[in-house]
């Protein structure tokens, strides 16, 4: 790959114009996603007296463990999720995703261990950091603007990283250590950031999709395609059962029923939202090819309709395997991979504001200047016009530092 000199200057002008835009940001997403990956251990520790019980004979009914989660429920429950050992309470739900609320029963004695909100611990803070920056909606847009510059970022620096006079294997690795230190943290940021560019890619790839702007975009094709979940997955409003008996099944018939399904992971029980309604079946295993959900008619119990995960269109299910991705959910592999990703970010973004604050020249942004006559190739061109279009908050960004620019200029010519 042989570089322009002109083109790779003015790509290092980009990539600082990029970092200077989300290295800040970038830092307190890559600190607050390092701690929710300890989320998992955080939790398990300091709910145990929630999550475990002291085995104590033959559980209860699911019937009567029902009734205890509810009476320390100010909503209806919805959903029981079953447990998967001896000694783990059983996890009653009331409400969806955000809202939701999770009521822990003793299943030995019916006594309710704690209740537990999606929002307001310290790790829904942690993500409400991570995702919003504690700005609520406007915080939401921040962080698609910086995430679609840090696009740029990777882009830009790969090209400028690239060695011009030829490479050999040691120059991926070198950090010199004796050339003074804007030279030490120069290389610390170049050489680290070139080995965690695929996995940042990936981690973008794992955050996007789930975003304001582009993710409505993203949805909304997903949609026209029709390459999302199927109608039924998450909701079986819209499905009924056939009222052939006085009485539905109980939630222990149920239980029972699902038990027979031999399904991997963690499985819940939805409860019919009326007489009408259906019972589901869903499960939450490590590999999404093994999860399913399953509905069956109320009085009979008879299979009405069956998803696998193969029902799931490819958008969705690209969607959901790279955000366990960017959240390491992919077991102990997965999770250490990504700690490392998460520590060598900080260690190259502290590295790279650095190194430029030492170069940076006083009273100036020390950003590089192209010479005059050059001219953007339609292929960097129609890059830009391409990437701004897919990420609209990014080509917005774009549009309002070209009228900064002009107007600084205009203002430098009249003066």
Same mark, same amino acid.
């Given at each position: 790959m042989k570089k322009q000199t002109f083109? @790779?200057?003015?790509?290092?002008?980009?990539?600082?114009?990029? #970092?200077?835009?989300? %290295? $800040?940001?970038?830092?307190? %997403?890559?600190?607050?996603?390092?701690? *929710?990956?300890?989320?998992?251990? *955080?939790?398990?520790?300091?709910?145990?007296?929630?999550?475990?019980?002291?085995?104590?004979?033959? $559980?209860?009914?699911?019937?009567?463990q029902f009734a205890a989660a509810q009476a320390a429920s100010s909503a209806p429950v919805n959903s029981v999720t079953l447990p998967r050992g001896a000694d783990d309470a059983t996890m009653f739900q009331s409400g969806m995703w955000a809202g939701a609320s999770m009521v822990y029963v003793n299943p030995y004695t019916?006594? +309710?261990?704690?209740?537990?909100? @999606?929002?307001?611990?310290?790790?829904?803070?942690?993500?409400?950091?991570?995702?919003?920056?504690?700005?609520?909606? $406007? =915080?939401? *847009?921040?962080?698609?603007? &910086?995430?679609?510059?840090?696009?740029?970022?990777? /882009?830009?620096? /790969?090209?400028?990283?690239w060695p011009a006079r030829g490479w050999s294997l040691r120059g991926f690795f070198t950090i010199r250590l004796k050339q003074g230190?804007?030279?030490?943290?120069?290389? /610390?940021?170049?050489?680290?950031?070139?080995?965690?560019?695929?996995?940042?890619?990936?981690?973008?790839? #794992?955050?996007?999709?789930?975003?304001?702007?582009?993710?409505?975009?993203?949805?909304? /094709?997903? @949609?026209a395609t029709g390459t999302g979940f199927p109608q039924y997955w998450v909701q079986s409003n819209g499905l009924q059962s056939i009222n052939t008996r006085e009485d539905g099944l109980s939630i222990d018939d149920m239980v029972q029923v699902a038990r027979q399904q031999n399904l991997k992971g963690d499985i819940t029980v939805r409860f019919p939202a009326n007489e009408n309604g259906v019972f589901s079946v869903a499960n939450k295993s490590l590999y999404l090819h093994d999860q399913s959900v399953r509905h069956f008619d109320l009085y009979s119990g008879s299979k009405i309709l069956d998803y696998a995960w193969k029902d799931v269109g490819p958008m969705m299910?690209?969607?959901?395997?790279?955000?366990?991705?960017?959240?390491?959910?992919?077991?102990?592999? @997965?999770?250490?991979?990504?700690?490392? &990703?998460a520590l060598s970010l900080i260690v190259s973004i502290i590295a790279a504001l650095?190194?430029?604050?030492?170069?940076?020249?006083?009273?100036?942004?020390?950003?590089?200047? $192209?010479?005059?006559?050059?001219? +953007?190739?339609? &292929?960097?061109? =129609?890059?830009?016009?391409?990437?701004?279009?897919?990420?609209?908050?990014?080509?917005?960004?774009?549009?309002?530092?070209?009228?900064?620019?002009?107007?600084?200029?205009?203002?430098?010519?009249?003066?």
């Open positions: 083109l @790779n200057q003015w790509l290092w002008k980009w990539h600082i114009i990029a #970092g200077l835009i989300t %290295l $800040p940001f970038m830092l307190i %997403l890559a600190i607050t996603g390092t701690i *929710y990956l300890f989320k998992p251990m *955080y939790e398990a520790s300091i709910y145990e007296d929630i999550y475990k019980v002291k085995p104590d004979g033959e $559980p209860l009914s699911y019937e009567a019916g006594d +309710v261990t704690g209740t537990l909100r @999606n929002e307001g611990t310290f790790m829904s803070g942690v993500r409400e950091m991570h995702g919003e920056l504690f700005l609520s909606k $406007p =915080g939401t *847009y921040v962080v698609e603007l &910086v995430a679609s510059w840090f696009l740029v970022l990777i /882009l830009t620096g /790969l090209y400028v990283w230190k804007r030279i030490f943290f120069r290389d /610390l940021h170049s050489v680290t950031a070139f080995w965690l560019s695929t996995f940042l890619l990936i981690i973008l790839a #794992g955050g996007l999709p789930w975003t304001d702007v582009f993710g409505k975009q993203f949805q909304r /094709l997903q @949609n299910a690209g969607r959901l395997f790279f955000m366990r991705l960017h959240e390491g959910q992919y077991g102990l592999w @997965n999770w250490i991979i990504l700690l490392c &990703v650095t190194s430029y604050i030492m170069r940076k020249q006083k009273g100036s942004w020390s950003i590089p200047k $192209p010479p005059e006559h050059f001219k +953007v190739g339609w &292929v960097a061109g =129609g890059a830009i016009v391409i990437l701004g279009a897919i990420l609209p908050l990014f080509g917005a960004s774009l549009i309002l530092l070209f009228c900064i620019t002009m107007m600084g200029k205009m203002r430098a010519s009249k003066a």
